[in-house]
C-alpha cells in the first residue's frame, strides 16, 4: 500500500511516517506541506491512501479532497485534524473521506487503521 501524507507540521509527519513505516507492505510514497504541490503529487504519484491534514501551510485539506476525488476515485483519502468538531467530520464524510482523526486524542489510531487497511483480502492496493 502506497501512502502519501498532506501535512505541514514537520514533527507530525515524521511521527506519522514512524508510525507507518513498520506496517506490512506499506510505503511512504511522499508528502506535502501545501495544498498545490499536494494535488501534483498525489495525481502524478497515484497513492493507494492519502492521510491529510484539513489545516496546511497554504490551502486546506478539503481543497485538496476537491480537486483530486474527483480525478481519482480509487485513492483512499483519512482527513486528520485539531478541529474534529461535528462539521469538519460531516464535510470530509460528504467530500469521499473514508475517515477522520482527530490529532489530539486519535493520532495512533491512525497505524491500527493502516494496518487494517493493507491486509484487506486481495491485497494492499485492494
Excluded: C, W
Amino acid at each position: 500500500m502506497q501512502v502519501f501524507l498532506v501535512e505541514d507540521s514537520a514533527p507530525v509527519r515524521e511521527r506519522l511516517t514512524e508510525m507507518l513505516q513498520g506496517l506490512p507492505d506499506t510505503q511512504v510514497l511522499g508528502h506535502a506541506a501545501e495544498a498545490d504541490g499536494a494535488i501534483r503529487e498525489i495525481l502524478a504519484g497515484a497513492p493507494d491512501v492519502v492521510l491529510l491534514d484539513i489545516s496546511l501551510a497554504a490551502g486546506s485539506g478539503f481543497d485538496v479532497l476537491r480537486a483530486v476525488r474527483p480525478q481519482a476515485p480509487q485513492i483512499e483519502f483519512y482527513l486528520l485534524s485539531n478541529y474534529a468538531a461535528f462539521p469538519y467530520r460531516q464535510l470530509a464524510e460528504t467530500l469521499g473521506a473514508r475517515g477522520f482523526f482527530d490529532k489530539s486524542k486519535e493520532l495512533e489510531r491512525v497505524r491500527e487503521v493502516f494496518a487494517e487497511r493493507a491486509a484487506r483480502p486481495g491485497g494492499p492496493s485492494a
